[in-house]
């Protein structure tokens, strides 16, 4: 299992040394993510992908919801005033539900991450966001680690429902 940390670092050298401690750490390349809004980020940095920065996962899983709900109303109602196959009833509630999914999920990638919303000041005044994933039993040794290397750090906080393989 694994922790997601927040923090919101000043500049891009500050970024290179954070990313620099977090890898002599043990904390794998793939596991830290860097936003900036203002500034583009060097290359050799990992950049926050497409699921991070939009609402598309969080789409997606909503569509899914309203998409089967009405999928099986849709299908009750077909059964009760047109005598249909009750196996309608699962077929409109998965259609309903990949339908759902689909078209909340393409609203959803036009949208800024709602998750990240409390950093998006920060962000447009030219401070870049870490994301790193650690492991659950590390979160604490971790924390203190960056907190006594990089007093410029503000954590902006921590996600625990991390799925183990992301």
């Known amino acids: 299992m694994r922790h997601r940390l927040y923090y919101s ?54 569509g899914m919801m309203i998409g089967a709900a009405l999928g099986l109303l849709f299908g009750a109602l077909l059964i009760n005033v047109y005598a249909m196959w009750s196996g309608t009833v699962l077929l409109t509630t998965v259609m309903g539900m990949l339908f ?4 909340s999920s393409m609203a959803g990638s036009a949208v800024p991450n709602s998750k990240l919303r409390m950093f998006y000041p920060e962000l447009a005044s030219g401070r870049v966001l870490m994301i790193a994933d650690v492991p659950a039993r590390r979160v604490g040794e971790i924390e ?6 990089h007093p410029e750090m503000r954590f902006g906080g921590e996600d625990t429902h991390m799925p183990v393989f992301p």
């Open 9 to 62: 670092l000043p500049d891009i050298d500050s970024v290179r040394r954070t990313f620099d401690d977090l890898l002599l750490n043990r904390i794998e390349q793939k596991h830290i993510r860097f936003l900036s809004e203002r500034r583009p980020l060097p290359h050799d940095l990992p950049e926050a992908g497409f699921l991070l920065k939009t609402d598309f996962i969080h789409g997606a899983m909503l």
């Open 100 to 103: 759902g999914a689909w078209a």
């Open 144 to 149: 203190e680690m960056l907190q006594k290397r």
